[in-house]
């Protein structure tokens, strides 16, 4: 091994995921590991979301969403999601605090795709999906009990849908104004990220998010 300070230093030059971004365009985690700062309970009690090790943990029950307390409009979200047997949350998206933020925002939908009671659900109501408007294909969803991961990326217009690595929505909000009467938040430009308490236990981790230029 050589522990040259100039090779450790191109090797953290060539590997760093920030290099050449300016600190709006570099990656920054939404959960530090420990408590709920940065977060918020809307419509919901706020103690029914906890830190566990390294997992925002949701234990279902009171319903509502917890929201970032900041605001983003062009930005790329990653994270890791685990759903017990049945499980059911959803991650929000420009979403105001006011109103049903899977309608008055964007909602991608986070399910237990395999569960016998979601058998006969919507195209569009599945893990991946942008909730009732974009259906997620192909369908990649893993068994309840695995860690899954999930990139979103929405820039101006564009929502695209990363999901165990492989894209299943990449689509322009403007071609489902079919859906705007319903879905008013398809127009928005801006809001808070969420997680949906659906009633079920879900664990998330290593959430992070890149704003774009």
């Not at 395999?114 to 919507?122: F, S």
């Amino acid at each position: 091994m050589n522990n040259h300070p100039l090779v450790a230093a191109l090797i953290f030059l060539l590997f760093s995921p920030t290099v050449g971004l300016s600190a709006a365009e570099a990656w920054k985690p939404l959960f530090n590991k420990k408590d709920l700062a940065g977060w918020q309970a809307v419509n919901g009690p706020q103690e029914s979301w906890h830190a566990e090790g390294d997992m925002l943990v949701c234990e279902g029950g009171g319903g509502g969403w917890l929201s970032t307390s900041d605001q983003y409009a062009d930005f790329e979200l990653a994270l890791e999601f685990r759903v017990p047997p049945g499980g059911n949350s959803g991650v929000f998206l420009r979403a105001p605090h006011e109103g049903d933020p899977a309608y008055v925002g964007l909602e991608i939908q986070v399910l237990d795709d395999a569960a016998p009671e979601y058998a006969n659900l919507k195209p569009t109501q599945y893990t991946g999906s942008i909730y009732d408007v974009a259906a997620a294909s192909p369908r990649v969803t893993k068994a309840a009990g695995e860690w899954q991961t999930m990139l979103i990326r929405c820039e101006k217009r564009t929502v695209r849908v990363t999901l165990n690595g492989s894209v299943v929505v990449d689509t322009d909000l403007d071609k489902h104004a079919d859906k705007e009467a319903a879905h008013p938040g398809l127009k928005r430009t801006t809001g808070h990220v969420g997680l949906q308490n659906h009633g079920s236990r879900l664990e998330y981790r290593n959430l992070r998010i890149r704003e774009l230029p």
